[in-house]
């Protein structure tokens, strides 16, 4: 199973595929994560990375569709994958066609998670992240059982530089300027499935699954 988890900031994409990759034990690629890595490595993509990241810009394509291209080497894609936050403008979707196609191997759905921006900007202002695991908790709707610390390993909770009121403001006029025109993009390729990304995750991750499964079935 491929997929593409298409939505705003805010959408639920990473939630959904973290436990979508739990479940088909597929790669949860997610560009964000891998960029938020390379800065906190000092490395020197996340040296490039960082400011335009801060501010909410998109990353220059030169470096972003390297690192996913190597990264769908890595043998963990074997069995499937999701793409979390990436493709973000129509280049990457070209790109991203052309690499797949190169190795032989297809997008089986893309799908968009339709979110309104109320739900974005109260999940998204609210949102706390785990240092050492990455889990991703929300001060009201998911809190941690002691606040400030992960559940899951104990790591420290924080916010990211980028969830503040300002730069989220700019993370989605980005996204309608160069993200939105990808749900046409993949309607065009006749693999695009609309979901709200609205509802409760579970119910989400419910109904997803049953979409894949009819997928895989036919
Ligand atoms: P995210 O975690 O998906 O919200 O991404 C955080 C930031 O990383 C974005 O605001 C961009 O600066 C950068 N980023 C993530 N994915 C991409 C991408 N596919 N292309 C360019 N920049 C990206």
């Given amino acids: 199973m491929r997929i593409i988890l298409l939505g705003p900031p805010g959408a639920g994409k990473g939630t959904q595929a973290d436990i979508l990759s739990d479940h088909y034990n597929i790669a949860h690629i997610a560009t964000g994560d891998l960029l ?3 800065v906190d490595n000092d490395t020197a993509l996340g040296q490039k990375a960082k400011e335009y990241m801060r501010k909410g810009e998109l990353v220059p394509d ?3 569709i390297k690192m996913v291209l190597k990264r769908l080497e890595n043998p963990d894609t074997k069995n499937g994958f999701i793409l979390d936050g990436f493709p973000r403008n129509i280049n990457q ?10 190795k032989k191997i297809e997008i089986d759905l893309t799908v968009y998670l339709e979110t309104s921006e109320e739900v974005i900007i109260k999940r998204l202002s609210g949102r706390r992240i785990c240092r050492s695991c990455r889990a991703v908790y929300h001060i009201v709707n998911v809190p941690p059982k ?5 559940d899951r390993c104990g790591g420290e909770l924080y916010q990211r530089v980028d969830d503040n009121s300002q730069t989220i403001k700019k993370r989605l006029m980005v996204y309608e300027q160069e993200t939105a025109s990808l749900i046409d993009f993949y309607k065009g390729l006749d693999k695009l499935y609309v979901a709200s990304g609205d509802i409760d995750a579970q119910q989400l991750f ?9 997928k895989i079935a036919a």
Avoid: I, P, Q
Avoid at 206 to 214: A, I, M, P, Q, R
């Fill in 62 to 64: 030169s470096l972003v």
């Fill in 93 to 102: 979707a070209r790109e991203l066609s052309a690499g797949l196609k190169d």
């Fill in 36 to 38: 938020r890595e390379e």
């Fill in 206 to 214: 419910h109904n997803l699954t049953e979409v894949f499964g009819k």
């Fill in 146 to 150: 002691v606040e400030g610390v992960c």
